[in-house]
Nanobody, 124 residues
Framework: QVQLVESGGGLVQAGGSLRLSCAAS????????MGWFRQAPGKEREFVAA????????YYAESVKGRFTISRDNAKNEVYLQMGSLKSGDTAVYYC?????????????????WGQGTQVTVSS
């Protein structure tokens, strides 16, 4: 059974940094796209970043480009989201997701499994 477990969320001041981790289990993920999404209170879940199976290509939402970095360690079945220059607008629950495909997906429906999410709160 596929499981994704996020960690690393918390409370941080504006301008600070956080590193989220996602531990995946239940299959070999080295052929899968991994992604991060977020959902702020009262808003829809939105794409944040995604990474190809080899880690050779990464994709970002415009709102986080230049501030966030997605990476993965296929030997550990883990994916990470390094977040910097955090703003109050980054406050959200962050979700890790896996897409059973080698091609990037940008939409929620393109991902097959999701983690439970981890809360990130940025104080101004």
């Amino acid at each position: 059974q596929v499981q994704l477990v996020e960690s690393g969320g918390g409370l941080v001041q504006a301008g600070g940094s956080l590193r989220l981790s996602c531990a995946a289990s239940g299959r070999t993920f080295s052929r899968d796209v991994m992604g991060w999404f977020r959902q702020a209170p009262g808003k829809e879940r939105e794409f944040v970043a995604a990474i190809t199976p080899s880690g050779g290509s990464t994709y970002y939402a415009e709102s986080v480009k230049g501030r966030f970095t997605i990476s993965r360690d296929n030997a550990k079945n883990e994916v990470y989201l390094q977040m910097g220059s955090l703003k109050s607008g980054d406050t959200a629950v962050y979700y890790c997701a896996v897409r059973f495909s080698g091609s990037i997906g940008w939409q929620i429906a393109e991902y097959n499994y999701w983690g439970q999410g981890t809360q990130v709160t940025v104080s101004s």
